[in-house]
T-cell receptor, first 113, second 114 residues
Framework: NAGVTQTPKFQVLKTGQSMTLQCAQDMNHEYMSWYRQDPGMGLRLIHY???????DQGEVPNGYNVSRSTTEDFPLRLLSAAPSQTSVYFC????????????FGDGTRLSIL | AQKITQTQPGMFVQEKEAVTLDCTYDTSDQSYGLFWYKQPSSGEMIFLIYQGSYDEQNATEGRYSLNFQKARKSANLVISASQLGDSAMYFC???????????FGAGTRLTVKP
């Protein structure tokens, strides 16, 4: 009963490095999303997808890239890491119906030095 | 653009008492859903309760109830008979049916005192 799996759980990067945060779900959910959580600001939506091949920008998309080649996977790419991207990142998924709650992964704690 | 406001950064409640966490929202859509999540210190996001904009009755889930006042655009969470394990961050969120992206408030940190 895996649900939403995020890897890695922790990561330290140097400024300018790139990396990919992985997210996979095994519930056949159409909707997947990425959030970042910073103190005092709640969760802010980075990108989301309503199905394979379809992605859209959220509230804070700059510096991040996503793709959705399969229903199960929704990786988040940091193109050139900046200290301002130090945060906790959450991936979530749900059925397409927007009356359904999102299921969250355990988060990735990312530090950019 | 939708917006969620939680005006209480922190709240304290005595064990076994009830507490209300405030949430107001702003949307021009008629169809939307409101959600509350709990985030304990371990960091995971736990879904608590859902209210649809067309639901006429307030949602309830065990000790959680949602005080939904559509005209005032508020969706307050009421926790009855607070327990020490209720100490956590609580987030209000909204998802518009046409827009399909879920937005969160800044959260309220609830501390339950023994």
């Amino acid at each position: 009963n895996a649900g939403v799996t995020q890897t890695p759980k922790f990561q330290v990067l140097k400024t300018g490095q790139s990396m990919t945060l992985q997210c996979a779900q095994d519930m056949n959910h159409e909707y997947m999303s990425w959030y970042r959580q910073d103190p005092g600001m709640g969760l802010r939506l980075i990108h989301y997808s309503v199905g394979a091949g379809i992605t859209d920008q959220g509230e804070v998309p700059n510096g991040y890239n996503v793709s959705r080649s399969t229903t199960e996977d929704f990786p988040l790419r940091l193109l050139s890491a900046a200290p301002s991207q130090t945060s906790v990142y959450f991936c979530a998924s749900s059925p397409y119906d927007s009356n359904q709650p999102q299921h969250f992964g355990d988060g990735t704690r990312l530090s950019i030095l | 653009a939708q917006k969620i406001t939680q005006t209480q950064p922190g709240m304290f409640v005595q064990e076994k008492e009830a507490v209300t966490l405030d949430c107001t929202y702003d949307t021009s859509d008629q169809s939307y859903g409101l959600f509350w999540y709990k985030q304990p210190s371990s960091g995971e996001m736990i879904f608590l309760i859902y209210q649809g904009s067309y639901d006429e009755q307030n949602a309830t889930e065990g000790r959680y109830s949602l005080n939904f006042q559509k005209a005032r655009k508020s969706a307050n969470l009421v926790i009855s008979a607070s327990q020490l394990g209720d100490s956590a961050m609580y987030f209000c969120a909204m998802r518009e049916y046409n827009n399909n992206d879920m937005r969160f408030g800044a959260g309220t940190r609830l501390t339950v005192k023994p």
